[in-house]
Structure formats: structure tokens, C-alpha cells
């Protein structure tokens, strides 16, 4: 999942980035409404949380733009105006939801996981053989054994069984799970992926996260052996 925070104040916007990429999340940050529409525009996100008063433009501004695209993500204000009039406002032009600051970050995360699991038409539940992944409670269990993960290996075990069978390149899985570019020189992701796979496949006979040379990584259930045919029986009894 991937989160635009747009916010021209620093210190705030250090605080979400920080407290949303420690729940999992891959963060943006933009300081006014022109980085915030650049951003939308060369790139997908699941949600945008976005602060009124810009130094540029307003905030109301930049969401009615937001609002225009085809599949624009949600957007959750988060701005000091807190009257009534404000609210009532903001919501009317079309944003999702809105919190008022100062805000408590526990309340701010809960919202964001709301809006995310409202825009997400993907399951809550995602299988793969006999590993399963609660997307809601953020829970992980292979053949109905709990497995703990850091926020990054869940974000990239989502990432990759929602896209089950797929191959992902080093680059797609850095870019959505972390909030940086891939220079082609990190190791980080076969580093994760050496983390996961000691938790989910080490310890199982059977291996989901395969290598793709050359690509990069997916996961998916390897074809069961065929069952051995009942001719040699056949020809036994004979």
C-alpha cells in the first residue's frame, strides 16, 4: 500500500511518514499542492492524506484535481480548521474523511486502514496453499502455525500474494513497500526475502517463494506431484 502524505510543515510531515512506513506502509511526502499533483500523477496511490493549507494552493484545490482523475485514491484531510463549516465542507467536495489537529497518530492509523480497506477491492483474506494472510488483522499463519513478521516482510508478503503467480521485479516490490527509489545497487529485498523465507519456508517440505532469474521473486503453490497410475496395479492383479 502506498500513502501520499501531502504537508507543508516538515516536522509533521517527518512524524507521518515515520509512523506510516512503521505500520507497513510505502510513503510519499509532498510540502505544497504542486508537488502533491506531480506526484499523483506519475504515480498509483492507495490513499491520500492532505493538509489544507498549502503554501501554494488550497488544499480543497488540490483535491478537486485529485477528484477529476478516472480512479483518483481516496483522500483524508488533515488540517487545523476545525469548524464545523470546514468539515462539512471537506466533505462535501468529496474527501473521504476528516480529522481535525492537533490528532492522536493511533487515531489517524485507524482511519487510514479504514479508508484503505473501503478502496481495496481485493480480499481481507489471501491464500496461498496452506499459507494464509489476515490483510485486517495483519496476522500470518502457515498450516494453522502463527508466524511473526516485521512491518516490511508483511508488506511484501502481501504485495506478493495479491499478486499470486506473478513475477515481481526488485523494483516493484521496493517501490511499493519502500519509500524509495531502487538504485539497482541495494541488496535489501534478498535480505527480505532471505527473512521470509526462514519463517514461512524453511521449516515446510513445500517452497512458495521462488526465484524468477533475472526478474526477481513470486509465490505461488508448486504443482502436486501426479498421482502415480493404477495401471501397474492393473497388471499385478492380472
Known sequence: MRILVVEDEKRIADFLSRGLQGAGYAVDTAPSGGAALDCVHSADYDLVVLDLMLPDMDGLQVMEKIRNRKLGPPVLILSARGALDDRVKGLELGA?????????????????????????????????????????RRKVTRNGEAIDLAPKEFGILEYMMRNKGRPLSR???????????????????????????????????????????????????????????AEPVAERQA
Open 171 to 229: 523494483t516493484m516490490i521496493v517501490e511499493h513497500v519502500w519509500d524509495m527509489d531502487y538504485d539497482g545497487l541495494t541488496n535489501i529485498v534478498d535480505v527480505y526475502i532471505r527473512h521470509l523465507r526462514s519463517k514461512i519456508d524453511d521449516r515446510f517440505p513445500q517452497k512458495l517463494i521462488q526465484t524468477v532469474r533475472g526478474i526477481g521473486y513470486m509465490i505461488e503453490a508448486p504443482d502436486k506431484p501426479a498421482e502415480r497410475s
Open 96 to 136: 473521504d474523511d476528516y480529522l481535525v489537529k492537533p490528532f492522536a497518530f493511533v487515531e489517524l492509523l485507524a482511519r487510514v486502514r479504514a479508508l484503505l480497506r473501503r478502496g481495496q477491492p481485493a480480499p481481507e483474506r489471501l491464500q496461498v496453499a496452506d499459507l494464509a494472510l489476515d490483510c485486517i
